[in-house]
């Protein structure tokens, strides 16, 4: 059991935090400090030359991660798809996307990953499928009152003729949440709930049938050995049962519907997760090996998400808050300090993470500006004057923490994220729908570069193969994983040194936090038996917390001292304060 009273990071409050849990074996709780990495299937590599990375390309690119020294992979969507949200609205929950390869070639992944002693973990949708898929055609098709519409939320407009929506939430990626049908008899219809966009039916999870049709879902791929699965929007599944107006959802940003108290976390959420752990559980049954299942749990606190992480609910759910802290000391120190408390308490660990496919990659996060504001994202290319640097600290902290953390393809070879794409080749409902580049997200989903100096970058099969489905940028030859192997200060080494001492030293991944005395720009703390992580969030070196030279550091670090935008690792046999 992970015990934490966490300090406020004070010098004046050395308390002890987040002590180490109870021994167990390694095939379970493997997952609480683990480092998975998720792979963008469509960007990572492509073996067939259509330009779109495939299953094919993740086996080919598996010895690669295995050389990394990740324990697992999360695989987004490659479900049957009609790819407008790119997978993210699923046509048929237990089938491979041609375009992606088959469920053989599923299978071989799995064979090939287990081989190199890498986990599997799948994306699942639960909020809603594709309009595409059967059941959405079949409510269409029986019109009102049909028995396939309570498996989505239809229901009646409201004006004189059921004009306007049936309330006024908005959706995720712009316009309402609600779109009416034309009935089978070529009248205006009912409307129905889309929380993202009108291609993403949200599901009725009041309707038992779709808990049942979920239940098959999981088994369906347990069976095919994955090891878990990666939980998308987590605490969307349940909606007020009378789907009441929202508290003036354009007020500001705060009330955008992503936080709306009666479209998501309603707590009937909390039994899903209790029956799909307990599904977990049960494979573990047969063969002692733990199945893990990791929310994308988006709340407003770490005090709300740790419910979705109690012992019989979800094994981890992403820690948003540290991926959305601006570039200030005490805003990560408080983020880390409220994790180690509020998610500790549960008797889970924490599940960091920095990067993934919907945010702008740390490089350009951490450019320039503090909090990495609009004037950084024109510093992509490089990632600005302290880009790189910081993305460098921040990764080196992440993999410093108590628990588990997560990977994003590409940020192992520290890419910045790409601003300047055309808006003619944008592929994000979000500019579709808004026709704003803000919150557009394929600038981190470029696909990867792996070799040679112009594009395609080895992505896909040779020179004559069909152009990458994004375009990529010249600058891309610079991060290439080549390059970046080759490369003993790159990004990628960095990485794999730091993911090699979390799995030899003791002090590392599970186990005790103590934060301690430090300079006004500097987080340090110890990690179980004297292994110290300083970060200095200034621009100006300063004393190193500890003699003697780091065992790692994420940029150069002098004997005895730390620099800027700099973070580094020593062992102590002192008890440091
Ligand atoms: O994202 C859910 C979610 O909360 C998004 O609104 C996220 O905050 C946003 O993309 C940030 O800009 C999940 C997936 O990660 C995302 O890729 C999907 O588009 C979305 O669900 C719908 O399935």
Redesign the pocket.
Known sequence: MLTATVGNGSSADPSPVATTGVPHSTAQRWWRDAVIYQVYVRSFLDSTGDGIGDLAGVRTGLPYLKKLGVDGVWLSPFYPSPQH?HG?DVADYCDVDPVYGDLAEFDGLVVDAHRLGLKVLLDI?PN?CSSEHPWFRAALAEGSGGTSRSLFHFADGRGTDGELPPNNWRA?FGGPAWSRVTEPDGTPGQWYLHM?TPE?PDLNWRNPVVGDMFEKVLRFWLDRGVDGFRI??AAGLYKHPELPDSPDPEADERTRD?VNPLAWNQPEVHQVWRDWRALCEEYTARDGHDRLLVG?V?VRTPREQAAYVRPDELHQAFFFHLLTARWDIEVFRTVISEALTDIAETGSTVTWVLNN???VRTVTRYATEPGGGPGAVSEATSGGEHGPARARAAALLMLALPGAAYVYQGEELGLPEVVDLPDDVLTDP?FHRTGSRR?V?DGCRVPLPWSGHASPFGFTKDAEAARPWLPQPEWFAEHSTERAVADTRSFWHLYREGLHLRRSLPQLGEGTLRWLDSPPQVLAFVRGDGLVCAINFGTDPVPAPVPGAPLLASGDCPEGTLPGSTAAWWITASDPR
């Open positions: 949200d993210y949708v809603h995720m993202f993403q998308d929007v992503s994308e988006s496919h919907d945010q979000i919150g997200r």
